[in-house]
């Protein structure tokens, strides 16, 4: 089994491809469009990121915006839970709370709903790559202050360079796929 695993996610990898100097020089930015055109990459990508969370009780899973939505609404899908976007600043229309999270210059900020998420809630955040942590200790706290807790975080690839998963609870199961 081990070896379908490794397959699969080499695979996976092979549909990621990097784009230089983007958004800035000096930047490899990591596109996943081929993978999300190939319809058995698509369902693969799935298929991995819900396996490790199947026997846990989850009961929401939050997408960090944007490209955490394109397969955070599978895994609440896949994971029988309900689906919570962290969006940019003025993208909600009902009450938020919001939390700001360092960029290489400067800040940027995300928000939630603030209903969104009942007391003791189990949540997975989710997001396509974490690189420098930031969006998601961020989504993190926006959990913590609903009361939930954050028992997982699912991500397609990992700059590990960077080490972002320092940034995010140790107490947390923390999933990446693909880690370069």
Known sequence: ??????????LLESEIRNI???PKPGI????????LKNP???????QMLARPFRHNSIDYVVGIESRGFLFGTNLAQDLHAGF???RKPG?????????????????????????????????IIHDDL??????ARAATQLVEKLG????????????????????LSPDAHYEVLISV
């Not at 009902?94 to 949540?123: C, F, I, N, R, W």
């Open 28 to 35: 490899d930015f990591k596109d996943i469009t081929p993978l």
């Open 148 to 167: 939930a807790q954050v028992v997982g975080y699912s991500f397609i690839l990992e700059l590990e360079a960077l080490q972002g998963r320092d940034l």
């Open 20 to 22: 230089p100097d983007f």
């Open 84 to 86: 919570i976007p962290v």
């Open 91 to 123: 993208k909600l229309p009902s009450q938020t709370v919001s939390q700001t999270y360092a960029l290489e210059y400067g800040e940027d900020k995300v928000e939630m709903h603030s209903d969104a998420l009942p007391d003791g809630a189990k949540v």
């Open 130 to 135: 974490i690189a420098t942590g930031g969006s």
């Open 40 to 46: 058995d990459t698509l369902e693969l990508t799935s």
């Open 1 to 10: 089994m081990e070896s379908v695993n490794e397959a699969v996610l080499e």
